[in-house]
């Protein structure tokens, strides 16, 4: 018998293995033919797609504009490809949860990382680019900072002094050029990332909502399902994948400053980290304290909303009453805690934006005071590109928490998202063919009478019932309480009005 289960288990797992491979087959033919359609942004060349010259074709048409005239969506932003390939490696991770009994919580995140890796990997490239040429612009400064100073010397090439500046203006526009292409590039990758993130999420849970079976429905609420939906898609989609490459291309950009502002300014380097660290943490806290402050104002807006409502609605019994002064003084007390709070958020929000404003200014100042306390001479050179580094290292940390939290909120949204997908769903009915044997009929019920009595509960006389499923019995039940009892309640009530006019008369 063991031997017989553990065939029987073996047999199973490989039909749902060919199940899934025969779909899986089915979808690539799906996507193919949905690939021959292109988009305008597809078939257009790398130079109009850089520049985002095909988009002139729909600009230029200001009138009598037809649904004609929309171009299709570009192959990565297509939902009917998306929600199908989301669809298919989740399925795939599903079944190892389910036939291995190993709960993996990051099999959400595989999938969806699975469904937009071109994304990922075309995004990724052009962060990687952009945060390269960030770190190369400001050397440009350095040459031309050198040449004003003594064209002639200090030249990398021997050439005419002239051609040579020319090229280091060149370079300098060049440089500032790629920064902007690769900038707007990754950050148009981006919102294209957030954009199929939330369709391919929101289509997984859609198609996940129409296969729950009634225990799921009871464990999970449509308060919930529409939280997940909105709030914990909007967390994924609009935060964690708009500063996702933040995680990596951050402290690589931070790394590779602090080392280039290492050489200019030495040990002061460690200075100016010191400094932007703590000016971040004072800015931190400062944040942290307004949103609490933020909170305790709201409950006290929604007490004196309540008040007030309450107010309105028995505004007769308090006139009645005389009771305006009490509630005028209760609610004039709910709004001076109200306002008091809001003096101090508005404080400490003046303060932090101070030291958002004087953050460059005390940076700075630090950074160079500690420079020529060492005993080192200040030149231009050494000012403008320290600046200059220091800067980039400012904005990067700037964002980096932020960056941490929504990654951080993102995989607690995944793993809530992954615990209502993997509830239990409704099986699938295979409906036979009418053609069927007379021998596979579940219930038969001929020359059946069905009587019942005022006096009495329901009796019921069957004649000739054959049976052939275990479950007839529960069937056949429920059957003889639904054909005869609605009958019977009519009646009753018929019985008892006629009973009432008669008394009354």
């Known amino acids: 018998m063991k031997k017989a289960n553990k065939y029987n288990l073996i047999a199973n797992n490989k039909i749902q293995k060919n199940s899934l491979e025969s779909e899986e087959e089915i979808e690539e033919e799906e996507e193919e033919e949905d690939c021959d359609e292109q988009s305008l942004a597809d078939s257009s060349n790398w130079l109009s797609q850089i520049t985002f010259y095909w988009v002139k074709i729909i600009l230029n048409k200001t009138e009598n504009i037809s649904e004609q005239d929309v171009f299709n969506l570009p192959k990565d932003l297509n939902l009917k490809r998306l929600s199908k390939a989301i669809i298919k490696y989740w399925k795939k991770q599903e079944y190892l949860i389910k036939n291995h009994n190993k709960y993996f919580q990051y099999a959400l995140i595989i999938s969806f990382a699975q469904t937009l890796k071109k994304l990922f990997i075309v995004s990724g490239c052009f962060a990687l680019a952009s945060t390269v040429i960030t770190i190369f612009v400001p050397l440009t400064l350095h040459l031309m900072i050198d ?39 990754f950050f148009n990758k981006c919102n294209h990332l957030v954009i199929a993130g939330r369709g391919c999420l929101s289509s997984l849970l859609a198609n996940k909502a129409l296969k ?101 609605r028995a505004i007769r019994i308090v006139k009645f009453q005389a009771w305006e002064q009490s509630f005028r003084l209760e609610i004039d007390l709910i709004r001076q805690r109200e306002l008091k709070l809001l003096k101090t958020i508005k404080i400490y929000s003046v303060i932090n934006n101070v030291l958002y404003s004087a953050n460059p200014i005390l940076i700075t100042l630090i950074t160079f005071s500690f420079y020529a306390f060492l005993g080192n001479e200040l030149t231009p050179q050494i000012v403008f590109v ?46 036979q063919n009418q053609n069927q044997n007379q021998n ?62 008669n008394e009354n008369e």
């Open 440 to 501: 596979q009929i579940a219930i038969k019920i001929a020359n059946a009478d069905f009587k019942w009595t005022y006096e009495s509960d329901l009796n019921y006389q069957l004649f000739n019932q054959n049976s052939k499923p275990s479950n007839f019995t529960k069937c056949y039940s429920n059957l003889l309480n639904c054909l005869p009892f609605n009958n019977y309640l009519k009646l009753k009530e018929n019985e008892n009005e006629n009973e009432n006019e």
């Open 212 to 312: 729950l079976n009634p225990t799921s429905l009871q464990k999970q609420s449509s308060g919930e399902i529409i939280n997940l939906m909105s709030v914990d898609i909007t967390k994924i989609s609009d935060e964690a994948l708009l500063y996702f490459h933040n995680c990596w291309g951050g402290p690589i950009e931070i790394i590779s400053t602090c080392c280039f502002l290492f050489y200019y300014i030495g040990i002061a380097t460690f200075a100016s980290l010191f400094a932007i660290l703590t000016l971040g943490v004072i800015s931190f806290f400062i944040t942290k304290k307004i949103k609490l402050l933020n909170e305790q104002l709201l409950t006290f807006s929604d007490q004196r909303a309540k008040k007030v409502s309450e107010l309105f």
């Open 147 to 185: 040449y004003i100073k003594d064209p002639k010397a200090n030249q990398l090439i021997q050439m005419n002094h002239w051609l040579y500046g020319f090229l280091i203006v060149l370079l300098m526009g060049i440089g500032q050029i790629l920064q902007i292409f690769t900038t707007q590039l």
């Open 386 to 431: 320290s600046i200059a580094y220091i800067n980039i290292i400012r904005s990067t940390l700037s964002i980096f928490p932020s960056t941490i939290s929504a990654i951080v909120q993102s995989i607690s949204s995944f793993q809530r998202i992954q615990n209502y997908l993997l509830l239990p769903e409704v099986k699938s009915i295979n409906y």
